[in-house]
């Protein structure tokens, strides 16, 4: 996972190593690693920050004898790195689910995403996660469109024993959507989680359809899954998706097959809104909770 990241900030740290630290050795090595970076799928802005912020770190400073530098290096990349992936817009999630339970009330997640990203099984995933955590959900498939999307979340539904609300194909999204948000608060259920269809940013009229859905139900959170094997992709669409509709959060799919690793550092960076979980495999249990120092340790070992 994410071997071309590793192998560049290894080789990154290595020549910096061997350099003296002053702004005119430094700049054509970190020139050559910002390339490195978009090669990486690390879309270009983010690249030009991490280089730059680390360029004015490490001008002139002096190395102490016994001072092992590489540590030093290191350490700066760090903090660089994890200052990239920061946001002022950290989420709780249980506590929210927690807080709306105690007012009686359903937490209303809704998931966005293009076709192929593995939305409705991230949603299968995430509902296991919620389940393991105590709380009741019903599932709202408000994708009316792709043929299967039903049965699709209806077989999930029925191997994970919740109850799954929906219309026939054609449908108003935002009606299959207001139906689950009023069956949860009949039947006392904590989650609604809604699955939309997959549409790409461009689409104007599918994006309307998506700001209707939320306009009707007033989801809590909004949610975008994007496929980490897209790469620059994956910032293009999470930018456009949060411009058209506003997200609040990005779940990545398929992180286990990354080689590159770009998207992961990118996304936040670009949309200001956390990354909540990844998708680490085939199986409900494959969900991990993204934490950025474990990722940022992870690829500068």
């Known amino acids: 996972m994410f071997e071309k990241l590793k192998s560049g900030f290894s080789g990154l740290i290595n020549k910096i190593t061997t350099t003296e630290?002053?702004?005119?050795?430094?700049?054509?090595?970190?020139?050559?690693?910002?390339?490195?970076?978009?090669?990486?799928?690390?879309?270009?802005?983010?690249?030009?920050?991490?280089?730059?912020?680390?360029?004015?770190?490490l001008d002139g400073v002096q190395v102490k004898r016994l001072e092992d530098?590489?540590?030093?290096?290191?350490?700066?990349?760090?903090?660089?790195?994890?200052?990239?992936?920061l946001t002022n817009n950290e989420i709780d999630l249980l506590t929210v689910i927690e807080n709306k339970r105690n007012k009686g009330e359903p937490c209303v997640i809704?998931?966005?995403?293009?076709?192929?990203?593995?939305?409705?099984?991230?949603?299968?995933?995430?509902?296991?996660?919620?389940?393991?955590?105590?709380?009741?959900?019903?599932?709202?498939?408000?994708?009316?469109?792709?043929?299967?999307?039903?049965?699709q979340l209806e077989e999930h539904a029925k191997r994970l024993?919740?109850?799954?609300?929906?219309?026939?194909?054609?449908?108003?999204?935002?009606?299959?959507?207001?139906?689950?948000?009023?069956?949860?608060?009949?039947h006392g259920a904590n989650v609604v989680l809604i699955d939309t269809a997959g549409r790409m940013q461009t689409n104007r009229n599918l994006m309307n359809?998506?700001?209707?859905?939320?306009?009707?139900?007033?989801?809590?959170f909004t949610i975008l899954t994007v496929d980490s094997l897209t790469g620059n992709d994956a910032v293009m669409q999470a930018e456009e998706f949060h411009k058209s509709v506003g997200i609040d959060a990005t779940i990545l799919t398929k992180i286990d097959a990354d080689v590159r690793g770009g998207s992961a550092l990118s996304v936040t960076y670009v949309t200001k809104k956390?990354?909540?979980?990844?998708?680490?495999?085939?199986?409900?249990?494959?969900?991990?909770?993204?934490?950025?120092?474990?990722?940022?340790q992870m690829i500068l070992k």
């Open 21 to 57: 630290l002053k702004a005119e050795k430094l700049r054509p090595v970190l020139s050559e690693f910002r390339l490195n970076l978009v090669e990486s799928d690390v879309a270009f802005p983010v690249a030009e920050q991490i280089c730059n912020e680390l360029g004015k770190r």
């Open 69 to 85: 530098r590489r540590k030093i290096v290191k350490a700066n990349l760090r903090e660089v790195l994890l200052n990239a992936m």
């Open 110 to 151: 809704i998931f966005v995403g293009i076709n192929g990203t593995g939305k409705t099984t991230t949603i299968a995933k995430f509902t296991q996660f919620l389940m393991k955590k105590g709380c009741s959900v019903v599932l709202a498939c408000s994708d009316t469109y792709r043929a299967g999307s039903i049965e």
């Open 161 to 186: 024993g919740v109850r799954m609300i929906k219309h026939k194909y054609g449908a108003d999204p935002a009606a299959v959507a207001y139906d689950t948000v009023s069956y949860a608060e009949a």
């Open 209 to 220: 359809e998506l700001a209707k859905i939320k306009r009707v139900v007033k989801p809590d």
């Open 274 to 296: 956390p990354i909540l979980f990844v998708g680490t495999g085939q199986n409900y249990d494959d969900l991990e909770e993204f934490e950025p120092e474990k990722f940022v």
